[in-house]
């Protein structure tokens, strides 16, 4: 595939970047600004050779829906790129660095061919384009008439078939134009493809969190590759509750518990033992743990795996030669809730002999607030796209579009 790397002079190009700059926002603040530094190596590449870039992210999501215009108005305003502009102008000084309100037509054609050589421009959000979440083709068409180059580098949303993601790239590569991934895909593809093909044997999946019905899917595909997947989080629940086991007032997808059933006969799922549950996930007045078969009492919910599963886990994580983690195994934002996520982190980084990779955002989160993220092989910087590539078997329409 290429990459940007591989692309030689781009002197006088138009070059459309499609990085993730979906930053997490307090107000107008920036609360995590990793998204925009993990863009800047490509982004500094591209500058480097010459190009006049132009860069494309959303930033949260604007309900199209149902809403009139103010409601609209009032979400955009809440999802406003320019709050991300003055620290990336901060991060790629001395580069000039431009802004435009304009997500279309005359006034973005306008703001691009004022470019100069080595020159950047960050376009505001693409969602305010209601096409840009349809791959609406007329706004595709507006944007790729802009560009000579394209590059790929939004790993988060390379799982969307979006305007940005899919119908620019597909219509300049129609044009023989060409079209490339960025070095944060690059990294990302080629960690996440071994845990799609996994190239050393255990291979454990640990899948946690609280998304249950979006990740339940991908529990089919983790079978044909792994060796065991260790259940925890609010996931579990549904597994134990299938079993016939109690679980109290703990959530259950009740119309996935053949789903489940049929995921653990393959003999490969590994469930909580025992479980630290509470009367109340906010203000806990009873905390306790309850053996799996004992089950949970009415009135309790499970926040996290107990002691004896941890060590269940660990007997299954040390001896892994490839690891892939989603998902916290209890409500980790919690201090009393907290045990068994950290002992997930220090039980595979104690790992030394094995590949371990992060796929979701708030296990990734977790690992850094307990001073582990570091010691992973790969974190991942997109959850949902790490999960479909491996429930695609390494495609993603992100990627496949552009092409080899
Ligand atoms: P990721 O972002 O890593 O993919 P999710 O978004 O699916 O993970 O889930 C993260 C959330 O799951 C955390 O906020 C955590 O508090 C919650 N969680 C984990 N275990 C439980 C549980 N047993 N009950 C309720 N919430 C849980
Ligand atoms: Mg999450």
Redesign the pocket.
Known sequence: MLTVEKLGDLTGKKVMVRVDFNVPLNGKEIRDDNRIVSALPTIKALVNKGGRIALFSHLGKIKWGKVDDEEIAKEKAKNDMQFVYPRLKELLAPTVVKFTNATHGEELKKAIDELKDGEVLLVQNTRYEKGESKNDPALSADWASNFDVFVMDAFGSAHRAHASTYGVPEILKKENKTCALGYLMEKEVKNLRRCVNPDAHPYVAIL????VSD?IKVIDSLLKKCDRILI???MAYTFLKALGKKVGNSPVEEDQLDYALKCYASGKIVLPVDTVVADDMENPTAIETVKTDAGIPEGFE???VGTETIDLYKSYIKDAKIIFW????????KDVFSKGTIAVCKAITDNKDCFSVIG????AAAAKQFGYADKFSHVSTG?GASLEMIENDGHLPGIDVIGE
Do not use: L, Q
């Open positions: 946690g969190g609280f998304k990740k925890g989080g609010a499970g926040f996290d989603n998902g916290p195994v209890g409500v980790f934002e979701g955002g708030d296990s959850g």
